[in-house]
């Protein structure tokens, strides 16, 4: 994804701003409603990533405790 967004910037006629709108726009509804409740405004694409890229790591981690919690329950019983 670095790499993808790294060739955008280096290739792309687009200005960062529209980048930032674009690449917010194919994230999930979900991510967008807690970017806009943060009041963190990033100016670059580089800067956005680290934000959503923590999301994604805080929803694996509860997937996972889950899914650990249910395997617990399904084996009591």
């Not at 807690?34 to 999301?55: C, H, N, W």
Request: charged residues 25%.
């Amino acid at each position: 994804m670095k790499n993808t967004i790294f060739y955008l910037n280096e290739s792309s006629p687009m200005c960062e701003d529209a980048l930032c709108r674009l690449y917010k726009r194919g994230l999930p509804y979900d991510w967008q409603n807690k970017y806009a409740a943060s009041g963190q405004v990033y100016s670059t694409v580089a800067d956005l990533m680290p934000f959503f890229e923590r999301i994604e790591q805080g929803e694996s981690h509860l997937h996972r405790q889950d899914e650990k919690n249910n395997n617990h329950e399904s084996s009591r019983g």
